[in-house]
């Protein structure tokens, strides 16, 4: 049994950082690249960014590019999501997600994910 738990959202002014995390439990040996993805109301769910479990190979959308950091703790299980410089536009609820198995191209893809978190809130005011 996979379980992903997201934490660290909140309500932070534009400008500003929020760092979220998601730690992992189950079999957590078997993923190949976290996900993080985030949806906004009346909007599809898009990708954010994603990194390898072994962390050789990281991603970002172009709109956060720049702004936000992904990492890993392996030893913790545990990604993270660094956000600075937030903007209203990032508003959303961000989710965490695993992939397990084999390679796929498709990184920013919701299909290509096995496992989702509940989702952690990030409201940014201008």
């Known amino acids: 049994q996979v379980r992903l738990v997201e934490s660290g959202g909140g309500l932070v002014q534009a400008g500003g950082s929020l760092r979220l995390s998601c730690a992992a439990s189950?079999?957590?040996?078997?993923?190949?690249?976290m996900g993080w993805f985030r949806q906004a109301p009346g909007k599809e769910r898009e990708f954010v960014a994603a990194v390898r479990w072994s962390g050789t190979s990281i991603y970002y959308a172009d709109s956060v590019k720049g702004r936000f950091t992904v990492s890993r703790d392996n030893a913790k299980n545990t990604v993270y999501l660094q956000m600075n410089s937030l903007k209203s536009e990032d508003t959303a609820i961000y989710y965490c997600a695993a992939r397990g198995g084999s390679y796929s191209a498709r990184y920013y893809s919701t299909d290509e994910y096995d496992y989702w978190g509940q989702g952690t809130q990030v409201t940014v005011s201008s």
């Open positions: 189950g079999r957590t040996f078997s993923f190949y690249r």
